[in-house]
Structure formats: structure tokens, C-alpha cells
């Protein structure tokens, strides 16, 4: 493998029901920061049926370029026909970086494309970042400029490992949705639009979708809300989240919760922030009740501003805080809604 063939920073461009998928926008934006320390272009690859009229959406979001592979085999998700999709852009474009979202479809696709092209795949990646590999020099090893390191935690989150894939291209990545930032857009965008079908032939991995069943859910998504209202074990109960509920719905805020909580069966997985939920990044975020574990911190601590309440003045969770508040959340609790409210309809704004 010639590894200096290998030019650019792509991503796989995730959308389902022809809907560009948010974590599309966010790898963008982490993949132009990447390009702008190579001085090279982002590419986006857009794969799906009748798709191409998205490919404008990817450019006001960082592509210079867009690749797209339009065919009736890629309407709905299927992983023998998308991996062959993917993995046959890799060998005739030759990217450097590769990056999917690690969603559903991401988890499934990523690994096998991997396996396909015989290169690496970091899973779950918190931060991408161009550097040195080894990080520190090693007498005898010779030193690698301009790679992908690759951070994400490892063994239960207890530790931070920093992966590279010095020998082989692509680097390869997954990233959860809400770790990245997307940019704003960009008004006047006009990336190059590459049409590319590798051709699509049956085979024992086709599967044949009979019927598509859409989950329906009233539950919140937290990774979009502005203001999470977070519990933890130290609530006590469910019935004792009203408490959460009051504060949430003066501030126009959303309920989210600590594992814990959902172990308990107080709320639902859906609601769950950290490394095995959610990660979110609200403008605040208030931890209450919550202790602070590495797990649950890895999926918040990139929130705006952080507001603990903890009866303990010891809690790990007041490291992170911005503002804490020591006390017992059954008393701050009425008293902090309460005075919220006043403020704000003395304000003029409904509560
Ligand atoms: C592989 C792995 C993955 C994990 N993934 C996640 C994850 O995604 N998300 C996650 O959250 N956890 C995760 N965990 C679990 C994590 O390690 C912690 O066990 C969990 O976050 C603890 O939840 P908690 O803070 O609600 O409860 P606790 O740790 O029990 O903390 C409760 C806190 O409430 C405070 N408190 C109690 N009563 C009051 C009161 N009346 N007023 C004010 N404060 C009070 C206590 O002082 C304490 O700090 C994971 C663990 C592992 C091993």
C-alpha cells in the first residue's frame, strides 16, 4: 500500500428516508477542521436512491466535494450493498481519513468496510485530532507526522486511549452523534458533484426488506434540547422526579437522567446521558443528584454550563460544574423553580 496515494478527509454522509442525518452535518464540521491542518479537501459520500438533490445541503456544511452513489439497491439501508457502495469509493478515490457516525447504521457499516479496504477503525471516537505518532518521540522508532490520533475511552471508560493507524489508509473513525460540532452554514456553497456507481450485483448477502416498521416514541431527544434537567440516583424515586419535571417546564428545559436511574427503571434508556447514552451538549445542563463517574461525564461535559446539585461537597461532579450547589436537592429544588419562576414572569416571559 502506497500510503502518500492517499489524499483527503471524507465522511460517509448518512440519510435515511432521503433526509440528510444530523451526525452527517456534525462529522462535517470535525472533518474540515482535520483537512484545514493537511491542507486538504473534505469530501462527503452520499449513497442512497434519488439522493442527489442533498448533495447542496452537505456543501453549505464544509464538502468541497461531494461523491454520490445513486442506485435503486440503496434506498433503504441494507449492509451488503451500502459496504460495497462504501467500500468501493475508498478503492477508486483514495481517501486519507474516513469517518462515519456511530449510529445504527454507522456501527453496522464502518467494521465491515474496514475489513473490506484491510485498515483500521477506531470505534466511538470523543476527539480527532492531526499529530505526531508516537505522540512522544521513541529512540529507535521512527516518528510519523500528520496522522489521524484517535481518542475514545477504553476498559469501561476507566482510561483515555489515543489510537493511531500509522501503516495502512484509510485512517478510519466512528463518532457518536453530539460529540462533534457542524459549522454554520455556509451561505454560497457550491461543492463538486462527483456521480459514481461501482454497479451492483446480487448476491447470498442481499437481504430483501418485506416491511419497514417505524418505532413511534414520545420521548424526549435529548441531544437536541438546549436545557437538560438531569437526575440521578439521588433523586430517590420515580414519583420524586416531578421535582425535575417542575424546574424543566419553568425553564422550557427537557428531563434526562443518570444510568443509574434507568437501571432503577425510573426512565426510560432513551433519556440516559454517557458513554453507553447519550451524548448532549446543551447550553446547561443540571446535574442533580448525579455523582459525577467518569461514564456519565464522558456524554456531558461538553455542555455550556454546568449546574450541580449534590449533598455532597465531595462529589466528582462539582470538578466539572461550573456552579454547584451543596445541599438536599428535595429542599434547593422547590425553592430554585420557585425563584425562577417569579424572575421570569417579573420579566414579562411566561414560565
Ligand atoms: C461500562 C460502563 C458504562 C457506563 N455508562 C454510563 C452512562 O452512560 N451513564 C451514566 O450515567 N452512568 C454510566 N455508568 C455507570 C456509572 O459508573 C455510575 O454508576 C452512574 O453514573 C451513577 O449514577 P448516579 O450518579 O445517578 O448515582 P450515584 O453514583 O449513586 O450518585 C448519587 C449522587 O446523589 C447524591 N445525593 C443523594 N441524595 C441526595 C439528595 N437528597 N440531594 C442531593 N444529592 C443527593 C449523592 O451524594 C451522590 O453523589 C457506566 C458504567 C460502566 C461500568
Redesign the pocket.
Known amino acids: 500500500m502506497s500510503l502518500e496515494e492517499y489524499k483527503g478527509v471524507y465522511i460517509f454522509a448518512q440519510q435515511v428516508d432521503n433526509e440528510i442525518s444530523t451526525i452527517a452535518l456534525e462529522l462535517l464540521g470535525k472533518a474540515k477542521d482535520l483537512a484545514k491542518d493537511l491542507d486538504e479537501k473534505v469530501t462527503a459520500i452520499l449513497c442512497g436512491s434519488e439522493v442527489g438533490s442533498l448533495a447542496g445541503k452537505l456543501g453549505e456544511y464544509g464538502a468541497d466535494r461531494v461523491i454520490v452513489v445513486d442506485d435503486p439497491e440503496l434506498k433503504e439501508y441494507r449492509t451488503e450493498p451500502y459496504a460495497h457502495a462504501l467500500a468501493s469509493v475508498v478503492k477508486e478515490f483514495k481517501p486519507e481519513i474516513l469517518l462515519v457516525g456511530a449510529t445504527a447504521i454507522g456501527r453496522d457499516l464502518g467494521p465491515r468496510v474496514s475489513a473490506r479496504i484491510h485498515t483500521g477503525l477506531t470505534a466511538d471516537c470523543t476527539s480527532l485530532e492531526i499529530g505526531d505518532f508516537p505522540i512522544n518521540a521513541i529512540p529507535g522508532q521512527e516518528q510519523k507526522h500528520n496522522q489521524l490520533l484517535m481518542t475514545r475511552p477504553a476498559f ?2 476507566n482510561t483515555i486511549a489515543t489510537i493511531a493507524c500509522p501503516e495502512f489508509r484509510p485512517q478510519m473513525a466512528t463518532v457518536r452523534p453530539g460529540v462533534m460540532q457542524k459549522i454554520a452554514p455556509i451561505a454560497d456553497a457550491n461543492p463538486e458533484i462527483i456521480n459514481y456507481n461501482p454497479g451492483f450485483e446480487k448476491n447470498d448477502c442481499y437481504t430483501e426488506i418485506l416491511k419497514v416498521v417505524k418505532e413511534v416514541s414520545n420521548v424526549a431527544n435529548i441531544a437536541d434540547a438546549k436545557i437538560l434537567v438531569s437526575g ?3 433523586v ?1 424515586s420515580a414519583e420524586n422526579f416531578k421535582l425535575l419535571d417542575d424546574l424543566a417546564e419553568v425553564l422550557h428545559g427537557t428531563v434526562s437522567c ?4 434507568v437501571d432503577n427503571g425510573w426512565k426510560p434508556k432513551e433519556l ?6 447519550q451524548t448532549v451538549r446543551p447550553h446547561v445542563y443540571f446535574a442533580i ?5 467518569i ?2 461525564v464522558a ?1 456531558m461535559e461538553e455542555s455550556d454550563i454546568i449546574i450541580a ?4 461537597e465531595n ?1 466528582p461532579i462539582f470538578d466539572v460544574a461550573d456552579y454547584g450547589i451543596v445541599g ?3 429542599k434547593i429544588l422547590p425553592e430554585l423553580t420557585k425563584s425562577l419562576k417569579a424572575a421570569l414572569e417579573a420579566k414579562g416571559q411566561t414560565a
Do not use: C
Not at 289 to 293: K, L, P, R, T, V
Not at 309 to 312: A, L, P, S, V
Open positions: 469501561g471508560g440521578g440516583r439521588g430517590g443518570s444510568r443509574a436511574v440516559q446521558v454517557g458513554q453507553t447514552g443528584g448525579i455523582s459525577g463517574a461514564q456519565h456524554g446539585i449534590n449533598k455532597d462529589a438536599d436537592l428535595n
